[in-house]
């Protein structure tokens, strides 16, 4: 049977309440969290905020990444997560994460793709 490296996904979301895409700190306490309840393995991460609001962040994972860019001034971000399927078979624990962070920012799918690589 083949590999398959497992499944990424790719979003764009809009919220109606931007102040939620307007700082990293709580997005921070979101992805360790996700990391440590999916037992995830963080290698690497960049939190940057914007001068007049919005972020972007970039966590690598032994596993692969998660990232977010957010736009407040229009109520909207993007947001990705690809986690590898060796070792372990990580496709529901992807859409769980993406699920997650949907909630957490009130969002509302604009566009949503999976990718199963």
Not at 46 to 75: K, N, Q, R
Not at 82 to 97: G, P, V
Request: hydrophobic letters at 40%.
């Amino acid at each position: 049977m083949p590999y398959k490296p497992g499944l990424h996904l790719l979003s764009e979301f809009s919220t109606d309440k931007p102040n939620l895409l307007q700082s990293s700190a709580p997005c921070r306490q979101l992805f360790d969290q996700l990391i440590a309840t999916y037992q995830l393995t963080k290698v690497g991460e960049v939190y940057h905020d914007f001068d007049g609001g919005g972020f972007t962040a970039m966590v690598c994972l032994t596993e692969s990444h998660m990232s977010i860019h957010t736009w407040p001034e229009y109520a909207m971000a993007t947001f990705d997560v690809f986690l590898s399927n060796y070792q372990n078979e990580n496709d529901d624990k992807a859409r769980a994460i993406y699920q997650a962070v949907i909630a957490f920012f009130e969002g509302v799918e604009m566009q949503k793709n999976e990718v199963k690589r």
